[in-house]
């Protein structure tokens, strides 16, 4: 039995859907996916061992100029790779229209969560068969809900495995005996970022106490963030750009990860890595890291989480001091999440996993 899936974006997303892959593939042994991504994530699907073939899709890039999309050929070209297999069920587990366009145009069975359970109805209008599955239970679990109805089994909500075989990661980094940490501090909205001096405070303390801090980055700002957390520490890497697998090479060989609501951070979830993330504006409930050894710190300021992604804050303002030098904390949320705290949490987490 050939099955797609349909999950196109964004990272985070795309993650979440994997402990679904690892379920239904326990349940039927002869399944076989084929997966339909953006482009930049083509490699994640592919670390999954119940994933034979991944289809790339440029949907970001093509809206960007139809026209040339559409002279060069390059939407043709994916068409007839989509349309080269008759697949014995689609299934969206996106929700959205983009996505909802793509399963029509493969040849198979589509099925999706139904209008009063995605973000937007109208995706419905391409399916031939909806499952309703509450809103109020993490993304995890409302995928693994939608393949398992889909595709009739059932599965065990307290045991996880996103299934990815690390032997299928190709990043290459040097093995070295020192303890490493991995900090995500790159995210897309400016509330979700923790402030630098925290980031600068907490690499100091983690390289006195022996590790060595390795710092990515994905463009130019981040880079330039990067630099400042490393500034004066000999024992902080700022890494070269890297690809998803040559990251998640990082994380599988550090001890774990201290991480900003950012997608990335769930790769540490599904290499249960320990993770401790931070949650400022943003509500971890329903989309946040998951798995084992995952620990979400959230503000307690009075109006958080604010879902917003231009803080609303009128309060008074929030400073604090790193070696003798006085900084705003923006966003203020995140005042309450101290670096010497987060370290604490980060060393239990790391001793008791």
Not at 4 to 22: E, F, M, N, R, Y
Not at 120 to 125: G, I, K, Q, S
Request: aromatic content about 10%; charged content about 20%; proline content about 5%.
């Amino acid at each position: 039995m050939r099955v797609l899936i349909v999950k196109v974006s964004s990272l985070g997303d795309i993650i979440h859907t994997l402990p679904a892959v690892t379920d239904a593939q326990r349940a039927h042994r002869n399944l076989v996916f084929d997966w339909v991504v953006e482009e930049n994530f083509v490699e994640v699907p592919s670390w999954h061992p119940a994933v034979e073939n991944v289809i790339p899709i440029a949907i970001r890039r093509w809206r960007r100029n139809i026209v040339k999309t559409y002279l060069n050929h390059e939407f043709r070209s994916f068409k007839r790779s989509l349309q080269g297999v008759h697949y014995d069920l689609v299934i969206d587990a996106q929700g959205l229209i983009k996505s909802g366009m793509v399963s029509r145009l493969s040849k198979g069975l589509t099925i999706g969560l139904s209008n009063r359970t995605i973000r937007e109805p109208m995706a419905t209008l391409f399916y031939n068969k909806v499952y309703s599955v509450p809103w109020t239970v993490h993304a995890v679990d409302r995928i693994r809900q939608l393949f398992a109805r889909a595709l009739s089994y059932e599965y065990d909500k307290d045991h996880i495995d996103y299934g990815i075989d690390v032997s299928r990661i190709k990043g290459k980094i040097e093995s070295s005996d020192q303890k490493s940490v991995v900090f995500l501090h790159g995210t897309t909205w400016d509330t979700k970022h923790w402030p630098e001096y925290y980031w600068r405070h907490l690499a100091h303390i983690a390289t006195k106490a022996g590790y060595r801090v390795n710092l990515p980055w994905g463009n130019s700002i981040e880079r330039q963030r990067a630099n400042f957390i490393g500034l004066d520490n000999d024992n902080v890497v700022v890494l070269d750009k890297q690809s998803l697998s040559g990251l998640a090479s990082h994380i599988q060989q550090s001890q774990g990860v201290i991480a900003v609501d950012t997608g990335l951070g769930h790769m540490a979830a599904a290499l249960a890595k320990p993770a401790v993330s931070l949650y400022g504006p943003t509500d971890p409930g329903l989309s946040g890291t998951f798995g084992r050894n995952q620990l979400h710190l959230n503000s307690n300021l009075n109006c958080a989480p604010c879902v917003r992604k231009i803080c609303g804050y009128f309060g008074p303002g929030v400073t604090d001091e790193f070696r003798n030098q006085s900084f705003a904390v923006t966003p203020p949320c995140f005042a309450t999440q101290k670096p010497e705290t987060v370290w604490q949490q980060f060393e239990k987490l790391v001793e008791n996993q």
